[in-house]
């Protein structure tokens, strides 16, 4: 569409917003700053092999949430301003529905076999993965937080993903998940010769926690790349006073190794802004797994689904899955569907590790 519409004035930008995914393909993870979300702006340009412009959101998110705070939003806007067609979820097929009525028609209809896009990779690891085992975090929410920037200081070369499940977030009272994922655009690996990653905890009066300090576990292998994970169950939390925390690690990048000392307050609070993660495994659908959770939208319960219960990123793509032209997606197509996802999302295994 932008080499069949451009030419007839319409201008077409993507928007980089905050990430929707956290940790999926290639384990990046939310920026801290304009100039790191600038930088993840232009990766996915490399990846996609976009020409299109990109239009960058401020970090206070301010354009994601005019739009409606949707991650995968679409508009056409004419040229006085006024939003003339808008979509919760992307719908190239439509788009180009909508620019034939509003534009007009195109001599030639540029086909996807036209396009050759020179795709890159996402960023990899500078060290391996796989060397420590995930801690499971179904269901639980990213909280408000804020680290505590300082322009003269050392990158945030792992940053803190915080998490709370329904109970800490409504009463105070629960399980508060603690993850320190190294950052792929600063390259840096963890240097497991020296102490490994501390934290501590500035516990407001009347806050439990079970352990307001902790080390993570010694590895074995003089350097790795996987998040540094605790899990504390925590009481007495207001949702008035924050917490303080400090971390102390050893990161690794090309110039040297560096000892960090970072902080961060944590907020009773749930971030509408960080994204869903997926922890372990991000980019992988195990195929029965995935037709379980989508039957779960069946409404008839047919053990198919109709158009009118899909949604996300199989919606516009529903008649490629329909392989019977049934108008339904059944369990075999769910399953196709699955596959689908795995391969578009390019999923990479664990390295295998070295001593």
């Not at 700053?33 to 998110?61: C, F, Y």
């Not at 896009?117 to 929410?141: E, F, H, S, T, Y």
């Not at 369990?331 to 070295?354: C, D, M, S, T, Y």
């Amino acid at each position: 569409m932008y080499r069949d519409y451009g030419p007839k004035g319409v201008k077409f930008f993507f928007i980089y917003k905050t990430l929707a995914h956290p940790e999926l393909v290639g384990d990046y993870v939310q920026p801290f700053t304009l100039d790191e979300r600038l930088a993840h702006a232009r990766q996915a340009q490399k990846q996609l092999g976009a020409t299109i412009p990109w239009l960058v959101d401020p970090m206070d998110n301010r354009l994601k949430h005019a739009l409606g705070d949707r991650p995968n939003s679409e508009f056409i806007i004419d040229p006085k301003g006024k939003v003339v067609r808008k979509r919760a979820w992307s719908h190239p097929a439509q788009v180009r529905k909508d620019l034939e009525q509003l534009v007009g028609m195109v001599d030639r209809i540029t086909k996807e076999s036209d396009v050759k896009l020179a795709l890159q990779p996402p960023l990899r690891a500078p060290a391996d993965r796989g060397v420590l085992p995930r801690i499971a975090r179904p269901k639980m929410q990213p909280l408000v937080m804020e680290p505590q920037l300082d322009p003269k200081g050392k990158p945030f070369y792992a940053k803190l993903r915080p998490e709370a499940d329904a109970d800490l977030i409504r009463d105070g009272a629960g399980r508060l998940y603690l993850g320190f994922h190294l950052d792929p655009f600063h390259e840096a690996h963890w240097n497991n010769l020296t102490p490994a990653l501390k934290y501590k905890l500035d516990l407001p009066e009347g806050v439990k926690v079970a352990k307001a300090e902790g080390q993570a576990p010694k590895v074995e292998f003089a350097s790795d790349a996987d998040p540094r994970e605790f899990l504390l169950d925590v009481e007495e939390w207001p949702a008035d006073k924050p917490i303080r925390l400090t971390v102390t690690y050893s990161a690794c990048v090309e110039d040297g190794c560096h000892v960090v000392k970072q902080e961060y307050v944590l907020h009773r609070k749930r971030d509408k802004d960080a994204g869903g993660a997926r922890g372990a495994g991000a980019g992988f659908w195990d195929p029965d797994e995935f037709v379980k959770q989508m039957l779960g939208r069946d409404k008839n319960g047919d053990g198919k689904l109709s158009r009118d219960e899909v949604m996300g990123l199989v919606l516009p793509h529903f008649d490629e899955f329909d392989k019977n032209k049934d108008g339904l997606l059944d369990a075999e197509e769910l399953k196709e569907v699955a596959r689908w996802l795995n391969e578009h999302h390019q999923p990479g295994a664990a390295a295998k590790p070295k001593k």
